[in-house]
């Protein structure tokens, strides 16, 4: 009898077309160097996007901050009635204040932190009501006559920058911030211009505070990278502010 090759040749195709434990192997072990592959990419891109979103929320503080600084600072030595009133009487000797005295007109004072602390600035002037000249706090005058506020900037234990208002109790304005530094542009010479920058002590021994037209202030904020190859642990923010109201 013969055979039916047919048929063996059938059965041979059906053998040969099933898959083998090693191939599925192969391909589970290709599956997941790709898998490892793309979970390395969404974990790189996750970081990325995380310290996207950090810097940026650093770079806002450090605009929010400038901003509340400069406008205060160029506010000082303001009072609404400059035709019928001189500095002097408007903003009077102020004595025994926490961070420093004032003279007669002047508009701001300092004092210098001891054993590398932070310093402080106070910035002082009046505002009319209703003229919407904010304080360091935001807060704007609306009580129906003229204001004095004593605007206190420093940086507390927790590595924030607050402000106090006429001596009241400090309200942090930003976190993230491990110093403050000021150096005042004063006009030792009495030329009309700057012509050098002292600290506030050097400003207080030489009896200089009438002659300041600027401050430059330096934040420093601590650095959300510093664990980062090459990243220092801090980073400085510098802004020359020049005072608005200064002869």
Excluded: K
């Amino acid at each position: 009898m013969r055979s039916r090759p047919g048929i063996a040749h059938g059965w041979h195709c059906r053998r040969q077309s099933g898959v083998s434990l090693v191939e599925v192997l192969v391909a589970m072990v290709i599956a997941l160097f790709m898998l490892a592959a793309l979970m390395t990419v969404f974990l790189n891109l996750r970081g990325t996007v995380r310290d996207q979103e950090r810097l940026a929320a650093l770079q806002d503080s450090e605009r929010l901050v400038m901003t509340m600084l400069a406008n205060t600072v160029q506010s000082a030595g303001y009072f609404p009635d400059p035709l019928n009133q001189v500095a002097a009487d408007a903003l009077p000797a102020l004595a025994g204040g926490a961070f420093g005295d004032f003279a007669a007109g002047q508009a701001l004072v300092g004092q210098s932190g001891a054993d590398g602390t932070s310093d402080t600035l106070t910035a002082r002037f009046v505002t009319a009501s209703g003229d919407g000249i904010m304080n360091c706090q935001g807060a704007a005058n609306a009580s129906g006559a003229n204001v004095a506020y004593l605007n206190t900037f420093a940086v507390n234990a927790a590595n924030e920058l607050t402000c106090a208002v006429n001596g009241g109790a400090p309200v942090p304005l930003a976190g993230g911030i491990t110093a403050l530094r000021v150096r005042y542009g004063t006009d030792t010479s009495n030329g009309g211009n700057v012509d050098t920058y002292l600290s506030a002590s050097a400003v207080t021994a030489g009896a200089l505070w009438g002659q300041v037209r600027s401050a430059r202030v330096t934040l420093t904020f601590a650095n959300p990278f510093a664990g980062q190859p090459g990243q220092p642990a801090t980073l400085g923010w510098t802004q020359t502010i020049s005072l608005m109201n200064r002869p």
